[in-house]
């Protein structure tokens, strides 16, 4: 079809060549300026396709390399405390073991017992401890209160209050910190494990062998949930419990006929009826207002303290001067109570030494998904410099032939 040229034509075309290049160099600025080839979906559909995921993908990569490093601090802090509880322990047996020689007179056992309190004082103030953010790091998710707390009394030998007892007030739940894509790290800030010397024993006073659930309920071992059907009797819950995977087993006496707990490592043990009542028919707690670990039951004996009640132990035997009692309990507990923190640095110097690596993976994925991102994205600066300068001479070259196309004025035409 044949283009009508008209009087306007000119004007019009030259009009429109000048706003499609100020676009064009519009474009062209706004590129280098973001240092990016891709400014809307249009410039490259498949490569913003592959942007946006390359981008979602180095976000989640940063914060678990940020959740890597948040958590290798927070273990660096624990573990000093940690081990500076373990020298603890360690001076404090060897007062025990120089307490049990049998050698020493009471004055100077009376002395042993001072310092076996201060050193008390001071591993309760490891157990207390508030990390760098003012949070309490062995009270497990409980963070915003302290871990444990002291009742005061007077001791036969001591002149003056000491500590008689120490409560855990925190909780045993565990954080999952995501390190990697579905990967998690446990993390354990149990002052309950932590600062545990032997393992638990629990013996139940109350005949279960004619029990039997009456409803369909739910209790709780060392925070896992297991549930009791209604017809249980007390070997279908005691199968249930040593199948669910917690670090306690359940048997029953074969005197008392009661309903035994025994933990398979030194940590306290809590036990709670979530829903219903199974745990205090069997006469193993108090009812659901009272919460663990002290909701015992009236007729429960328990066995296997913290590392708190070892040295106090200790401590009192001095002041009574029983060699009995710190060479045979005391220094039995204080054993296990090494024990246990040995194996708890252990623990967490493999996972200090696992976010470790983690930081080292996920620091060179970022690098490649940097470059991916660069190739996919990033703008060629000399070809746009290039163009932006072929642009201003187009638009130089069109101004100028414009200019002559118009150079006509009013002054023409007064003659």
Not at 21 to 45: C, H, M, N, W, Y
């Amino acid at each position: 079809m044949p283009t009508r040229i008209s009087s306007q034509y000119n004007n019009r075309q030259t009009q429109r060549n000048l706003r499609r290049q100020e676009v064009e160099k519009a474009k062209i600025d706004s590129k280098i300026g973001t240092q990016s080839r891709i400014t809307s979906l249009r410039d490259d559909p498949l490569a913003a396709g592959h942007l946006v995921k390359f981008q979602s993908f180095l976000t989640r990569v940063n914060n678990f390399e940020k959740n890597a490093q948040t958590l290798s601090d927070k273990f660096q802090y624990r573990e000093s405390y940690m081990q500076n509880s373990l020298e603890i322990m360690q001076r404090v047996r060897e007062l025990a073991v120089q307490g049990a020689n049998g050698i020493y007179s009471p004055e100077d056992l009376r002395n042993m017992a001072v310092e076996v309190d201060e050193l008390l004082g001071e591993l309760l103030q490891n157990a207390n401890a508030i990390g760098p953010d003012g949070t309490s790091i062995f009270s497990g998710t409980a963070t915003n209160i302290r871990a444990f707390d002291v009742d005061l009394g007077a001791v036969r030998g001591s002149t003056s209050p000491v500590i008689a007892n120490v409560r855990y007030n925190g909780s045993i739940e565990q954080n999952l910190v995501e390190v990697d894509e579905n990967k998690f790290v446990s993390v354990d800030n149990a002052g309950s494990r932590t600062f545990w010397a032997e393992n638990q024993r629990l013996f139940g006073g109350r005949n279960a062998s004619d029990w039997q659930a009456q409803e369909d309920s739910v209790i709780s071992v060392d925070g896992v949930k297991i549930n009791v059907d209604a017809g249980d009797n007390v070997y279908a819950l005691i199968s249930k419990i040593n199948a669910s995977g917690v670090s306690a087993k359940a048997s029953i006496d074969p005197m008392s006929h009661g309903l035994n707990f025994v933990t398979t490592d030194a940590h306290q043990l809590w036990l709670e009826d979530v829903s219903g009542s199974a745990l205090n028919e069997l006469g193993i707690i108090k009812d659901s207002s009272q919460k663990p670990p002290y909701n015992l039951g009236d007729s429960v004996r328990l066995s296997g303290g913290s590392l708190f009640d070892t040295l106090i132990v200790l401590r009192d035997a001095m002041f009574a001067g029983d060699n009995e009692t710190i060479g045979g309990r005391a220094l039995q507990g204080i054993d296990s109570g090494i024990n246990n923190l040995v194996n708890r640095l252990a623990k967490s110097g493999s996972q200090y030494e696992r976010l470790e690596k983690d930081m080292i993976r996920q620091s060179a994925v970022a690098l490649n998904v940097n470059e991916q991102i660069s190739r996919e994205g990033d703008l060629d600066l000399t070809k746009a410099i290039t163009d932006e300068k072929m642009l201003e001479q187009a638009q130089n070259a069109t101004l100028h032939t414009a200019g002559k196309m118009y150079s006509s004025s009013l002054l023409n035409y007064m003659r």
